[in-house]
């Protein structure tokens, strides 16, 4: 047994620091893993669950208007924001436990309070200093807001989260992940949204036909889309806000969230007195095994500079742990990562987008379709799913998969295992399709675009 305290100390109790953490442990490893803020990081307090959660909440207004269609009618609806937040922190405080007993189930340390590095194999928490042979800094990312006059009165998705009541007028900034899944949550809660893009179209980095058709779903329904616009000021006017635009124009609105992206967490960790290399963007500096520039200090999740999705910073820590302390079971890979945006509709994609393929493979070939979904033909819904599959024809393989319309995250999850098996358009083909779903669609489309 080695001199230091633990064998291996975790900074950060979020989705990769606690599977690392729990997984070590179970290895036999003498493990302490500490927080300065809640159980479960960003995922599970101000992340992916909650949003799920006001996303199902959302979605209550588009069904009532469908159930009719059905031979439903629904008596008067009211929706009480307060009551939501109160059962969703609820649920927040019973996963806090949760991974809780994780830890403790696993035998692994947990210490309340902030963690620095005070060199390179020491962390002090609250005055207290603890030594380990290896340690993790799994301590995540944070909203970042640019500065500009007037920035201090936005919000950002920390704070939508818990706000007291849903404003009556909104702008929602940014055109990645949140500001669209945001944009949407607020419009279907009755919120008159605007959403602002510095771009000339929101969702870079997704499929231009993804992108347009979101865009096009998005000012069907009523959200003002405003792309080729930034604020360049905010003026704070009672209980209202003046928010001045790049074009001269002003809007008063009760309510500007910014989603700009997420800087990684690493201020005043101590970083630097253990020796730890950052990034210009101030991501710690990582190689293919999570190692920083100090061998035995190693870090995952979204504080490097990798993919900022929680299944990925589970892998990392799961294979990390697994390599450490266990018997090394698989590599990690960072192709072919599927994602869901929960807009509404939902987005699911895994591979390449259109343009991604054609720089790599020349030339492809597009199946794409756009249809109204079975369950439309009652409801009188006017909403289009769109499917679009991208094919390299010198190998057969589908390099690209992508869907809008409901369930799209759970749909794409399946195909994702497909495309990592390596399944060709004759794969998909020879499929039977399952009827009547919207599914079935990715295994009957047959002509070329
Ligand atoms: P993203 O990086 O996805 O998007 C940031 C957006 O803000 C982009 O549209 C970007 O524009 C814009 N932007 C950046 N800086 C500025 C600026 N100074 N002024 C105006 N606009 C700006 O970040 P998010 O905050 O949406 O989400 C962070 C990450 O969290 C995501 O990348 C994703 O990995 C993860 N996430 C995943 C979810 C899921 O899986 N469903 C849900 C939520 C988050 P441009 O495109 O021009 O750079």
Redesign the pocket.
Known sequence: MSDFDYDFFVIGCGSGGVRAARIAANHGARVAVCEERYLGGTCVNV??IP?KLLVYASHFHDDFEDASGFGWTVGKSSFDWSRLIANKNQEIQRLNGVYKRLLDNAGAELILGRGVLVDDHSVEIEGKRYTAERILVATGGW?SV?EFPGCEHVIT?NEAFYLEHTPTRAIV???????V?FAGIFHSLGVDVIQL???SL?L?GFDDDVRQHVADEYAAKGIDLRFNT?VTRIDKDGDSYAVTLNDGSEVDVDLVMY????RPLTAGLGLDKAGVDLDDKGAIKVDDNWQTSVPHIYAIGDVIDR???TPVALNEGHILADFLFGEPARDMSYENVP????SQPPIGSVGLAEGQAREKYGDVHIYKSSFNALKNTLSGRNEKTFMKLIVDPASDRVVGIHMVGPEAGEIIQGFAVAMKAGATKSHFDTTIGIHPTSAEEFVTMRERH
């Open positions: 992340g992916c949003k909203p640019p998705s900034v940014g055109g990645g992940y949140i500001a899944e893009y510095r771009g929101f870079r930034e989603a700009t992206g997420r993919i900022q999705l994602s869901a945006v929960f």
